[in-house]
């Protein structure tokens, strides 16, 4: 069965800093394949950061320089660096992955940017 469970999600001024982490189990993938998304209030959900297949982080235009995407295999963990936060970065961070044609996500974790 594959869980996926974000951390790290918190109320943080404006040009601050989080880190995001997605603990994986089961399933059958590599954390490659793991990539953020996130939902802001009466958006769609988007996608933020995804592994290339060289290992390098892909981005969306909105974040590219600030936020980071990397990982630890021995901890089964991806997170997801973010600085520079700005209020249109509030929203609710999920970690995704597809196995075996489905889609799994993770419970979510509240990003708020706010003075």
């Known amino acids: 069965q594959v869980q996926l469970v974000e951390s790290g999600g918190d109320l943080v001024q404006p040009g601050g800093s989080l880190r995001l982490s997605c603990v994986t189990s089961?399933?059958?993938?590599?954390?490659?394949?793991i990539n953020w998304h996130r939902q802001a209030p009466g958006k769609e959900r988007e996608l933020v950061a995804a592994?290339?297949?060289?290992?390098?982080?892909e981005y969306a235009s909105s974040v590219t320089g600030r936020f980071t995407i990397s990982r630890d295999d021995a901890k089964n963990t991806v997170y997801l660096q973010m600085n520079s936060l700005k209020p249109e970065d509030t929203a609710v961070y999920y970690c995704?992955?597809?196995?075996?044609?489905?889609?799994?996500w993770g419970q979510g974790t509240q990003v708020t940017v706010s003075s």
């Open positions: 592994f290339t297949k060289s290992s390098r982080g």
């Open positions: 995704h992955v597809k196995s075996v044609g489905r889609d799994y």
């Open positions: 089961g399933g059958i993938f590599g954390l490659n394949d």
